[in-house]
Nanobody
Framework: QVQLVESGGGLVQPGGSLRLSCTAS????????VGWYRQAPGKQRELVAAITDGGSTNYADSAKGRFAISRDNAKNTVYLQMNSLEPEDTAVYYC????????????WGQGTQVTVSS
């Protein structure tokens, strides 16, 4: 069973920064891609950023230029650096990892709350 543990959420003022971490119970390099999703109250869960095993990245339009996803294989951890945070970024942020072997296996973390407020 794969476990993903997120950390780094919290309360930050508009314009501030946070770095989220997602640590996996197995080698992060074994996943085909790892991503960060978020879900705000009353809204659907949406992709924020993702990184493939080849290092390619994908960002939601709202995250481009402000957020950066990166991976440290030695620490089995994927990071989401979030800068210039806005109140609209307030949500629970979830780590997601996928493995495709004959079929796709998808794993989720428990989520970490990010609140952007003055």
């Amino acid at each position: 069973q794969v476990q993903l543990v997120e950390s780094g959420g919290g309360l930050v003022q508009p314009g501030g920064s946070l770095r989220l971490s997602c640590t996996a119970s197995r080698s992060i390099a074994s996943f085909n891609d790892v991503g960060w999703y978020r879900q705000a109250p009353g809204k659907q869960r949406e992709l924020v950023a993702a990184i493939t095993d080849g290092g390619s990245t994908n960002y939601a339009d709202s995250a481009k230029g402000r957020f950066a996803i990166s991976r440290d294989n030695a620490k089995n951890t994927v990071y989401l650096q979030m800068n210039s945070l806005e109140p609209e970024d307030t949500a629970v942020y979830y780590c997601n990892a996928k493995i495709r072997v004959f079929r796709q296996y998808t794993y989720w973390g428990q989520g970490t709350q990010v609140t952007v407020s003055s």
